[in-house]
């Protein structure tokens, strides 16, 4: 078990090494980031993108540092840690009510246990050709399907036009190719 603890940690640490190797030496420039979650069965807390990090509450966050010029093999770490059962803790208990706008011990207990339901997850990925950029589109699909928009022309073709409300996840699923569901 320990063997496979420290193996898990030194590929993750290589991992993380090559992402950033890729991007070394190169002029920067500071974008603003986003995060959007198409899987409503679960709630991202915070994602990164080698080590740089936004909140997973939606809206533009300042600022990730991204090379200004794209390079053909460029990588990326792309981490998150997401909530797997928002608003229900693993035995389906809901959490308990604040009393006159405080939480409780009650509370407070629960979201401890909840908390430590969280999971971080990480991908390498290949970073997305870009020429002109409006920023870091992180977009998590079902299936911890991560993807990364940086490419202004690319983030108008996917988001442009998406449909409000119920039909929004599905139709952003379908148009980056993803799978509506893992089974």
């Known amino acids: 078990m320990q063997k496979r603890w420290l193996t898990a940690l030194i590929l993750s640490m290589l991992a993380l090494l090559a992402g950033c190797q ?3 030496g190169e002029e920067m420039k500071g974008v603003p980031a986003r995060v959007v979650n198409a899987d409503k069965s679960i709630r991202i807390i915070w994602a990164t993108f080698n080590g740089q990090g936004v909140s997973g509450g939606g809206g533009d966050e300042c600022c990730i540092n991204i090379p200004k010029k794209w390079q053909p093999g460029m990588t990326a770490e792309i981490t998150w840690k997401k909530d797997p059962s928002p608003k229900k803790n693993p035995d ?3 959490p308990p009510p604040w009393k006159n706008g405080e939480p409780t011990r009650e509370w407070d207990e629960w979201m401890r246990v909840h908390q430590e339901n969280y999971k971080t ?3 390498i990925i290949n970073v997305p050709k870009y020429d002109r950029t409006c920023g870091v589109t ?3 699909l079902p299936c911890d399907d991560p993807r990364v928009i940086i490419d202004c022309d690319q983030d108008l073709a996917i988001m442009n ?3 409000g409300g119920e039909k929004f996840d599905s139709e952003l ?3 980056l190719g993803g799978r509506q569901s893992c089974r």
């Open 121 to 123: 997850m990480n991908k």
């Open 92 to 94: 389906g208990s809901s």
């Open 138 to 140: 992180f977009i998590f």
């Open 22 to 24: 890729s991007l070394a």
């Open 173 to 175: 699923i379908r148009r």
């Open 161 to 163: 036009n998406l449909p």
